[in-house]
Structure formats: C-alpha cells, structure tokens
C-alpha cells in the first residue's frame, strides 16, 4: 500500500519527512520513482499522469495538491475512486493575502502608477474611497467567503454571485444567470474565484466586461481559461476596464512577447496567489485517508456532475 506525489519536487521533499514523521507505515514514494504501481493506493498530483486507471489499477484516492480540479479529467478516473479538492487552511489563507493585496492596489491605481513610473510620468489620479468602491466576488465557496469576510474591515460595500443561493453578512448576494447583469452592474472591481467548468470557461469575455461600470477593474485568482485574453487587452485599450491583476493565464507560463508582459494597465504573476503549506496538508490527506477507510463522507470530494 503506497502513497505517490505527483508534483513540485521541493516541496514533496517536504512532504516525504513529514510522511516519515507522521505516517511511518505508509510508504510514501515521489514521482517518477512509482516502485511497483499495483501498490499504489493513494496519489497526490498537479498534473495527474496519464492513463491513470491502467497504470495504477488499484487506486483508492486521488487528491488534487490545490484546490482546483480543472486539471483532471474525470472520465479517466474510475467511478468508484473519489477525487478530493485540497482544504488545507494554508491554502486559503494564502489566497485571502493575495486577493486583498490585490483589491487594494486596483482600488489605489497601484497598476496605473507602476505603468506610469515606467514611463516617467508623475501624476495624482482621482481620489476614490472604500466606500465608494464596490467589490464583487464571483464564486462564494470556501475562498470567496473568506475573502469577503477580510474584505469588511476595509469599508468596501461588499457584492456576491454564485451558481447556487448563498447567504452571506454584510454582502449582497446574487445566485444564478439571470441574476448576473445585475451583480455586474453593480459591481467596481470584480474578483473571479470561479472553478474552471464547461459552462465558466471564457466567461470573462466582452459581454460581460460591457456589463461592468465603465472604468472597472479586474483581479483573476480562478483559472487562465475563464478569461478572454484579446477580449481583455480590447477592454483595457478602450477604457471599458481601467486596470487588471491576473496569476492566472492559459498556458502557463505566458509566452515571450504576450501582450500581457508589457501590457500598462496589467500587473501580472506566476501562479502563486495560493500555494498549498506541506504540514497542514499532510494532515489534511491523513485524516481523508482514515475516514475512508471507516467509510466516512469525505470532506472535499469532488462533484462528478458539476466538475468541483
């Protein structure tokens, strides 16, 4: 009976002490030094290898080391082995960081004045205040409310959309496509925390950019692939939108010469707005590991249906 991590090799060194420590009776083996793959029962993976179900027939669990699952194709995974989201709590507050960082510096021109100091030109904008500022989240899991939550002590008035009703305090929640012209009408910097799905992706797109007061911004913290790339740099160019954040992009890493590296009114980085902390994640896999095999519900298994 093995575990097998499948992804950034420094931190699964990291992953193999604490494994060591705390699991000393589960053999714990790193891409690609797989030992024997009918002993393979559990893997941990970015990007998941291929032909899953052949190369590893006696799988139990597959968790994804983030908190998206875009990356996997389910039809791949046997019906009967769950999928599980990572909900280590390093994760979120890694994310709660980096969107408020992000917030703030869209709501303080941070991104214009970068693109202004690189041309050499020094100038005040139009000052606005939190409280005139809306920001809308798209997507009220786990990420989103929390985001929200540290969001208030900023005095910002506060929007919410999600497929499905959410109720949350001190935000203003919409559920459910026709309730979207609304939120985004509303909304001044419009956050996506969106998983990545058949009916999300390119949701970023013109159409909804027109929807937003002309003049807003943007920070995209869920996937590459729910945005309109030529759709955005249109937007930006043409003042629908004022300025953009993004850590996502579709493929990563953006290529040599994109518009997005030299683009004045995007500030752009790596991926790294949340990354998954290796001694609560262990623990996290440790305890699904157990409640399975008592044959508990497993907190963040994936929804086949809806893809997260």
Request: a neutral charge.
């Amino acid at each position: 009976m093995t575990f097998l991590y499948k992804a950034n090799l420094v931190r699964g060194a990291e992953w193999a002490r604490l494994f060591a420590e705390r699991a000393p009776d589960l053999p714990f083996r790193l891409w690609p030094d797989i030992g024997d793959p009918h002993a393979v029962r559990y893997l941990v993976a970015w990007q998941p290898p291929d032909d899953i179900a052949t190369t590893f027939p006696n799988l139990e669990l597959v968790f994804s080391v983030g908190a998206g699952v875009d990356q996997f194709d389910i039809t791949k995974l046997p019906p009967h082995v769950p999928l599980i989201r990572m909900l280590e709590p390093g994760i979120t507050d890694r994310m709660v960081e980096y969107a408020c960082m992000s917030v703030l510096a869209l709501h303080r021109d941070l991104v214009q004045f970068i693109g202004q100091q690189r041309a050499q030109v020094w100038r005040e904008l139009p000052a606005t205040y939190t409280a005139e500022r809306r920001v809308g989240v798209m997507g009220l899991g786990l990420l989103g409310q929390a985001l929200l939550e540290r969001l208030k002590s900023f005095g910002f008035p506060l929007l919410g959309w999600n497929r499905s009703p959410r109720s949350i305090a001190g935000v203003t929640c919409h559920a459910g496509a026709d309730a979207l012209p609304d939120f985004l009408g509303q909304t001044d910097i419009l956050v996506c925390l969106l998983p990545l799905t058949s009916e999300t992706r390119g949701i970023l797109d013109a159409k909804l950019f027109a929807r937003l007061p002309r003049g807003a911004r943007l920070l995209n913290v869920g996937r590459g692939g729910h945005l309109v790339e030529a759709d955005l740099i249109a937007a930006l160019d043409s003042g629908v939108l004022s300025s953009a954040v993004l850590d996502v992009a579709e493929p990563e890493p953006v290529p040599a010469g994109h518009p997005f590296w030299s683009h004045p009114r995007i500030l752009l980085t790596p991926h790294i707005a949340s990354t998954t902390k290796p001694e609560t994640a262990v623990d996290y896999v440790l305890d699904t590991i157990a409640r399975h095999r008592r044959g508990e519900p497993l907190p963040g298994r994936v929804d086949r249906d809806r893809g997260y």
